[in-house]
Structure formats: structure tokens, C-alpha cells
């Protein structure tokens, strides 16, 4: 059926495009994919595919990224998040999460045309690792949401200051966990069905490639080109989620 054929074709370009992405930026696998799968898939199947393809991504391009990593920086980050991905789970089944993407497209459009305009934006120093656990809750929420949790960290990461290498491991692990708790949340909770499954195989080879090869170029960035790649793709993160809530919601009136 053509149907079909459109569905495979825009769910193939979704993983390549976002797994490159990923590949080279550490994260946003989920907000790139859905920006084309939000037009062909229901958010009950495009979630949890989301996430798989963000998971898989992660995975694929860790060898490739193998200096930056500091454990006592990073554990409460992944802590926090923990905690944070059942309540996301619990706001998708029982809570609006179109105007609950507004507000979170809303918060990145803001920031990232601020770190972009901004020469030296401010960095907190405060707060220690109490105040990373809850960037990471607030992640992990995100995460739980539809697999969106990379940006927190990619937020976080730059107002504590931390350098490149150890922003992108940082993003690495975060995602892998909160990537596997929210799928084993999925599964528990039934919104995981046999659609999904049949189209992860669809979506692993579509995006393992484009992810290697947007690993190999992340190691040709500098400080300041890889923090205004990151500060460019909030922004686009952020004016997709406000573009696609909008229209969510001009579907509802």
C-alpha cells in the first residue's frame, strides 16, 4: 500500500537524520526524529520508538567517544533522573503533554536565543551535587515524557561550565540510563505494542550509519564551535516543540 511505503520512507529519513545528530551532538536523537514522525506515527507508537533510536544511538557511538568521563560528576545527574522518569511516564498517560511541550519549547527557544546572542553567558557555581540531581530529575521527567531527556544535561552541563569532552560524556551516560529506564517504564505500563516493536527493526539500521558517522565529525569540533552547535540545536529542539504544540492543539479545537 503507498501508505505503508510513506510510513517506512519518513520513519527510515527520521532515524537517519536524528542519529546523525545524535551522533555529533550527544543528544536531541528524539526531538529531530519526532519532528518528522509526529506527521506519520500516533504519539503512543513515536514515543517509545523515539526513545529506542535514541538508545541504540547512544550506544552505538560510546566507543568513539571514550575521554571526558567523571563519574562523581555524572551520578547525580543519573540519580536524579531515576527519580524523575516515572513521573514523566505518569504525566503522559495522565496529564496534557502538548501544553506540557509548550512550556519546555518555550524554556529552550529562550535559552537557546540567549547563549547564542550572549558572548559570556553566566555560569553557576552553586548548589553542588543536590542542585545536579535535580537538573537530572528534571531530565529524567523529559526523558519519561518521550525520550527528551538529553536536553537538561546539554543545558546543565554548560551553565556549571564544564569542558567539551566532559559535556559530551556527561550527555552519553545520562541518556543511556534514562533511555533504559524509560523503556522498561514503557514496557511496564503497556505503552509499548507490537507496531513498535516492528518498527525498531526499521529504525536500527536506519540510524546506526548516520550515528558513527556524526561521532567521527564531533572530533574535529572545538570548544566554542561544538557549545554553539549545542546552543543551535536547543533552539531548532525548542521552536519545533512550540511549532508542533501549536498545531497539536489546533487539532483539538
Not at 551535587?129 to 531530565?139: E, I, P, T
Not at 503497556?190 to 567521527?216: C, E, K, N, Q, W
Request: proline residues 5%; glycine residues 14%.
Amino acid at each position: 500500500m503507498p501508505d505503508s511505503w510513506l510510513l517506512i520512507g519518513a520513519v527510515a529519513l527520521g532515524a537517519a537524520l536524528a542519529g546523525f545528530v545524535q551522533g555529533l551532538s550527544g543528544f536531541a536523537f528524539s526531538l529531530v526524529a519526532m519532528g518528522l514522525w509526529a506527521w506519520a506515527l500516533p504519539p503512543q507508537i513515536a514515543a517509545p520508538l523515539a526513545v529506542f533510536g535514541a538508545l541504540l544511538g547512544q550506544v552505538a557511538s560510546f566507543a568513539s567517544v571514550r575521554g571526558g568521563f567523571d563519574l562523581r560528576r555524572i551520578a547525580p545527574l543519573v540519580v536524579g533522573g531515576a527519580l524523575g522518569v516515572p513521573v514523566g511516564v505518569f504525566l503522559l498517560h495522565n496529564a496534557d503533554p502538548v501544553r506540557f511541550k509548550l512550556a519546555i519549547g518555550t524554556v529552550l527557544t529562550l535559552y537557546g536565543l540567549f547563549g547564542l546572542l550572549v558572548r559570556d553567558p553566566p555560569r553557576v557555581t552553586a548548589g553542588g551535587s543536590g542542585l545536579d540531581a535535580f537538573a537530572g530529575l528534571v531530565g529524567g521527567v523529559l526523558g519519561g515524557l518521550g525520550g527528551m531527556s538529553g536536553t537538561v544535561p546539554a543545558i546543565w552541563t554548560q551553565l556549571r561550565g564544564w569542558k567539551r569532552d566532559l559535556r559530551r560524556a556527561t550527555m552519553q551516560i545520562y541518556n543511556i540510563a534514562m533511555h533504559v529506564l524509560t523503556l522498561a517504564a514503557y514496557a511496564r505500563t503497556g505503552t509499548l505494542d507490537a507496531r513498535a516493536f516492528h518498527l525498531f527493526v526499521l529504525v536500527a539500521p536506519a540510524m546506526l550509519i548516520p550515528s558513527y558517522f556524526g561521532a567521527r565529525l564531533y572530533h574535529r569540533f572545538s570548544e566554542k564551535t561544538f557549545e554553539r552547535l549545542v546552543l543551535a540545536l536547543l533552539l531548532a529542539s525548542g521552536i519545533a516543540l512550540l511549532v508542533g504544540g501549536v498545531r497539536a492543539l489546533g487539532g483539538k479545537s
